[in-house]
C-alpha cells in the first residue's frame, strides 16, 4: 500500500516493522495507533526475532508474558491479516541472509545498543546479559539430561562433531578435548569436501554432535539429517528449543543467546561444553585420567608447544 513518512503499512518486511515501530513510539501522526502494551511487544519481539520467527502464537505468548490474543490484536493494529502474516515478516528476515546487519541495525534504532560515548553503560549491559544467559542455561540443564549426553558421548563406536561459521568454534573446542577422552573423534568441515565423504561412514552406535545457532546453516543440519538416516544418534547444542536440529532428537542441550549483541552471544555455549565434558570425565573415572596421560604422553614425545 501507500508509504507514509518512510514506512509501509501494513509492512512487509522486519524493516518497515522496525519503521512502524519507532514512528509509533515517537508518536508520529500516520504511526499505527497501538496501546502501550501493544507497542511494548512490538518492540520486544524486534529486538529478539528469533522467537517470533520460530514459536507458535502460544509459546510466544507464554515467552512475553501475555495472551494469544494480544498478538492477534497487534497484527490487526500494524493493518496485518492475523499472527501467521505477521510471523511471516520474521520467518522471512531468518532466511534473507541478512540477519547480523539486520540485527544490529534493529538494535541500534531501538536505542538498545548504548550510543557513543557510553561505553561503560554498553560493557554493563552486555556483562548483565551474559549473566542472563549463563543463569538461564544453568537453569535449563539437569544432571538427567547432563548424564545422557556424557553417557552417549562415552558409549558411541565413532563420534564425529559438526558446526559451521561461528559454531565451528564451539565445535573445535568439543572435539579437541573430546579427543583427550576418548579415540574416534571427528572435527568435520567443508574443507576439500570433507563432509560427504565422511558422513558414510556413520551407522549404527555412533553419534553426531550438532552445534548450530540461528541462522542455522544447510550442511550442518544436513549433515545429521543423513547421519540419522545411516542409524546414528544425534547430540544437538543449540541455542533454542524450536531450532532444526533440536527438533530432530530428544538428546539436547540449549544455550541461552539473548540481549543486545550484534552477533550471537558464544559464553553459554563454551560453559555447556564445559559442563558436559566435566560430566563425562566423573563418569569415566580412572579411564578418564589414563586417556589423558596417553594424549598428553603422545604431545610430549612429538614436542607439540
Not at 255 to 283: C, Q
Amino acid at each position: 500500500m501507500a508509504d507514509h513518512d518512510g514506512f509501509d503499512t501494513p509492512p512487509t518486511s522486519i524493516a518497515a516493522l522496525q519503521a512502524l515501530s519507532i514512528a509509533a513510539r515517537r508518536g508520529e501522526a500516520q504511526a499505527p495507533r497501538l496501546t502501550p502494551g501493544g507497542l511494548k511487544l512490538l518492540e520486544q519481539l524486534l529486538a529478539a526475532p528469533e522467537p517470533a520467527a520460530t514459536l507458535s502464537i502460544s509459546a510466544l505468548a507464554r515467552q512475553h508474558g501475555v495472551n494469544a490474543s494480544s498478538l492477534t490484536r497487534l497484527a490487526h493494529a500494524l493493518g496485518l491479516t492475523g499472527f501467521k502474516a505477521f510471523q511471516a515478516l520474521f520467518r522471512a528476515d531468518a532466511t534473507n541472509g541478512a540477519f547480523y546487519s539486520t540485527r544490529a541495525e534493529r538494535l541500534l534504532d531501538l536505542g538498545q545498543v548504548p550510543s557513543e560515548g557510553d561505553h561503560p553503560v554498553q560493557q554493563q549491559t552486555l556483562w548483565q546479559e551474559e549473566m542472563g544467559n549463563l543463569s538461564r542455561t544453568a537453569e535449563g540443564l539437569d544432571d538427567a539430561k547432563l548424564e545422557q549426553a556424557a553417557r552417549a558421548l562415552i558409549e558411541a563406536r565413532r563420534v564425529h562433531v559438526v558446526g559451521q561459521r561461528a559454531c565451528f568454534a564451539g565445535a573445535h573446542y568439543l572435539s579437541y578435548y573430546l579427543g583427550y577422552l576418548r579415540s574416534d573423534v571427528r572435527l568435520i568441515d567443508s574443507l576439500g569436501g570433507l563432509n560427504l565423504e565422511a558422513v558414510r561412514e556413520l551407522g549404527e552406535g555412533d553419534l553426531v554432535v550438532g552445534v548450530s545457532y540461528r541462522p542455522e546453516t544447510r550442511i550442518s543440519v544436513d549433515y545429521c539429517q543423513q547421519a540419522l538416516e545411516q542409524g546414528a544418534q544425534l547430540l544437538a547444542l543449540t541455542n533454542h528449543g524450536s531450532a532444526r536440529l533440536a527438533t530432530m532428537t530428544e538428546m539436547t542441550l540449549l544455550a541461552s543467546a539473548e540481549g543486545p549483541f550484534f552477533f550471537n552471544p558464544m559464553s553459554s555455549l563454551f560453559v555447556v561444553i564445559e559442563m558436559l565434558l566435566s560430566h563425562m570425565a566423573h563418569e569415566m573415572g580412572g579411564d578418564a585420567v589414563a586417556s589423558i596421560r596417553r594424549r598428553e604422553a603422545l604431545i610430549a614425545r612429538w614436542q607439540i608447544e
